[in-house]
């Protein structure tokens, strides 16, 4: 797990470097318009809306984005988005998942096919890769919310399953099912998460060197460029040698 925790650092440097926050406010807007559709516009009766709402408090999106979101939904103007999730390989092998949500199917798989040939990898069936990642609840705190042992122990009179503390930040992770209930009671102690979520998290990491890397990273980065992709995950895991260069 630690590697792919380095993963997800680099990757945060990257984003807060070159990301372009109109584009990420479009997809935090488009998954809480498809959250408050799918269920009530209430996010206290609706944790899917609930948790995009949060992630969209974490990237500081206006109040005014957010509640126009939620507006177009129950306007019944809104588009017709479907989830889609896309599995397949990276360079030397590496496992990658892509959920989007989008209002035309063959455009998407057409776009995200040509991003994985175009860095050497290749688009596989649903289930190509999935069985070897877990299906798991992730809740966010900053470091600074509690000390380690502080947070595992709450995490773990929660219910949680598991909690992982650095410098970045406390990582809880729960069962798909005990979501909802680990992070109610947290956030009753700690305060609002940064981040709720179902993620999914690679059973084994694979070593990669750092010219893989590389490629990986600039497929990762052409992925979610893609505005109908919503998230990607990957099994890849680097040394703190690499992590250093990368991070440069």
Known sequence: MAGHSQFKNIMHRKGAQDAKRSKIFSKLAREITVAAKMGLPDPNMNPRLRAAIIAARAENMPKDNIDRAIKKALGGDAENYEEVRYEGYGPSGVAIIVEGLTDNRNRTASEVRSIFTKFGGNLGSTGAVSHMFSHVGQINYKAEIAGADAMLEAAIEAGAEDCVSSEDGHEILTSNEDLGTVRDALEEKFGPADGAKLVFKPNVTSPVDEDTARSLLKMIDALEDNDD?????TNFEVSDDI??????
Do not use: E, I, K, T
Not at 229 to 233: F, G, K, S
């Open 229 to 233: 992709v919503q998230n990607v995950y």
């Open 243 to 248: 992590m250093a260069r990368l991070s440069a």
